[in-house]
């Protein structure tokens, strides 16, 4: 069990909390301040890395991610001072995969350049829509226009660039998300990811809603059509989804987030940011303080993390059936068993396969696509006693 974090292999996360403003529909840790002292975060973030790869001295690090919030507010010089002190710390291969969050807007798509000098390898803009007025309901602060720009200036710097978008919007139509499916897929490089719209509790979006104005969201046979039309469309374009959310040409996935889906271990650095990281011979649940100053001060005293927790084998087994279903590949049974002998009845493995929701393949149990529509559920029927 201490090695089983080498099926997935080993990440660092980095999130900056900061956004020019923020979405109504997103309840990640972000934050609006019009005051931030980069210097101080590089120190803190700098220090951390160190606590941290003193924990892990011995590995090798495959990948590293900015996210946010919005990484692409980081001064480049920021950035490039992170990734030198990644690579003193870690052994790491010439390909390693350095991505960074964007915003298409026209002043950071002007960074892009110095973060490429910096060593970032792969650019992920939230776009999130491609008409002027899905953007301003949902809070962008770009242009349909600047988007497409922005992309183009991303395509000239980076081999690799992925972009966002959200469907299931107000007043969207099926036939209005294959026309902008079709559009996106034509601008696309390698990666999509394609996220069916929330409303997460917290959210602006959320409490509109429960006053009754939000108005013209898709009912929910409706989303799953625009859910099943996205993996059609997808698909005939070469850009099979491998995830639930993500598609790709094939060998472009994001490295990055297939640590996390397939359960590898991922160090967390920053407020709001959680990790998963073997210790000896047990994974350990890491987290951080939210509010930024609060996270600030705590890494200038030399430790970023508010608790560490040792996992159960039932939540390591639990946890990583709920990760690996996600993925089309689907999960290594007797992985499962390793972390977990109970982890999962053969009983229901049988009954959801009955019903068309799960299929075996040798020691791997994938959702098929209709389980994929009705994930949350499979995973409940797989995990219950």
């Given at each position: 069990m201490a090695e089983d974090w080498r099926a997935g292999g080993f990440g660092l996360y980095v999130h900056w909390p900061f956004c020019a403003a923020k979405c109504p529909y997103c309840d990640f840790n972000s934050?609006?301040?019009r005051d931030i002292d980069q210097g101080r975060w590089r120190r803190a973030y700098l220090a951390e890395i160190d606590?941290?790869?003193?924990?892990?001295?011995?590995?090798?690090?495959?990948?590293?991610?900015?996210?946010?919030?919005?990484?692409?507010?980081?001064?480049?010089?920021?950035v490039a001072a992170i990734l030198d002190r990644v690579r003193r710390t870690w052994k790491t291969e010439e390909t390693l995969e350095v991505t960074l969050e964007a915003n298409p807007t026209s002043v950071e798509a002007s960074r892009f350049r110095a973060y490429g000098a910096a060593g970032v390898t792969r650019l992920s803009m939230g776009v999130q829509a491609l008409n002027d007025e899905d953007l301003a309901r949902l809070g962008r602060q770009h242009s349909a226009a600047e988007a497409r720009a922005?992309?183009?200036?991303?395509?000239?710097v980076f081999d690799r660039v992925s972009f966002d978008l959200i469907y299931a919007r107000q007043h969207q139509t099926l036939e209005g998300w294959r026309a902008e499916l079709s559009e996106a897929l034509e601008m696309a490089v390698d990666?999509?990811?394609?996220?069916?719209?929330?409303?997460?509790?917290?959210?602006?979006?959320?409490?509109?809603?429960?006053?009754g104005g939000l108005r013209g969201l898709p009912d929910e046979p409706l989303g799953a059509d625009m859910y099943e039309l996205t993996q059609e469309i997808c698909a005939v374009a070469g850009m099979h989804g491998y995830e639930i959310s993500n598609h790709a040409r094939p060998g472009a996935e994001s490295r990055h987030?297939?640590?996390?889906?397939?359960?590898?271990?991922?160090?967390?650095?920053?407020?709001?940011?959680?990790?998963?990281?073997?210790?000896?011979?047990?994974?350990?649940?890491?987290?951080?303080?939210?509010?930024?100053?609060a996270w600030l001060d705590m890494a200038e005293r030399g430790h970023g993390w508010r608790s560490t927790e040792p996992l159960?084998?039932?939540?390591?087994a639990a946890e990583c059936l709920m990760m690996g279903l996600r993925l089309r590949e689907g999960v290594s049974l007797s992985r499962l068993a390793s972390l977990d002998p109970n982890a999962v009845r053969e009983?229901?493995?049988?009954?959801?396969?009955?019903?068309?929701?799960?299929?075996?393949?040798?020691?791997?149990?994938?959702?098929?696509?209709?389980?994929?529509?009705?994930?949350?559920?499979?995973?409940?029927?797989?995990?219950?006693?």
């Amino acid at each position: 069990m201490a090695e089983d974090w080498r099926a997935g292999g080993f990440g660092l996360y980095v999130h900056w909390p900061f956004c020019a403003a923020k979405c109504p529909y997103c309840d990640f840790n972000s934050h609006v301040s019009r005051d931030i002292d980069q210097g101080r975060w590089r120190r803190a973030y700098l220090a951390e890395i160190d606590r941290v790869g003193r924990l892990t001295a011995d590995r090798r690090l495959d990948t590293v991610f900015f996210g946010g919030g919005t990484p692409s507010l980081m001064d480049p010089d920021l950035v490039a001072a992170i990734l030198d002190r990644v690579r003193r710390t870690w052994k790491t291969e010439e390909t390693l995969e350095v991505t960074l969050e964007a915003n298409p807007t026209s002043v950071e798509a002007s960074r892009f350049r110095a973060y490429g000098a910096a060593g970032v390898t792969r650019l992920s803009m939230g776009v999130q829509a491609l008409n002027d007025e899905d953007l301003a309901r949902l809070g962008r602060q770009h242009s349909a226009a600047e988007a497409r720009a922005a992309f183009d200036v991303a395509r000239s710097v980076f081999d690799r660039v992925s972009f966002d978008l959200i469907y299931a919007r107000q007043h969207q139509t099926l036939e209005g998300w294959r026309a902008e499916l079709s559009e996106a897929l034509e601008m696309a490089v390698d990666h999509l990811s394609l996220y069916q719209l929330t409303l997460e509790p917290g959210t602006a979006f959320a409490e509109r809603a429960a006053r009754g104005g939000l108005r013209g969201l898709p009912d929910e046979p409706l989303g799953a059509d625009m859910y099943e039309l996205t993996q059609e469309i997808c698909a005939v374009a070469g850009m099979h989804g491998y995830e639930i959310s993500n598609h790709a040409r094939p060998g472009a996935e994001s490295r990055h987030n297939l640590i996390y889906w397939r359960y590898g271990d991922y160090a967390g650095i920053g407020p709001g940011a959680h990790g998963r990281l073997t210790l000896g011979t047990r994974r350990i649940g890491t987290d951080t303080e939210l509010a930024p100053d609060a996270w600030l001060d705590m890494a200038e005293r030399g430790h970023g993390w508010r608790s560490t927790e040792p996992l159960a084998a039932a939540d390591e087994a639990a946890e990583c059936l709920m990760m690996g279903l996600r993925l089309r590949e689907g999960v290594s049974l007797s992985r499962l068993a390793s972390l977990d002998p109970n982890a999962v009845r053969e009983e229901s493995i049988e009954e959801l396969a009955e019903l068309g929701l799960v299929e075996r393949a040798d020691d791997w149990l994938r959702a098929t696509d209709s389980g994929r529509l009705l994930l949350n559920g499979v995973i409940r029927q797989l995990l219950s006693e």
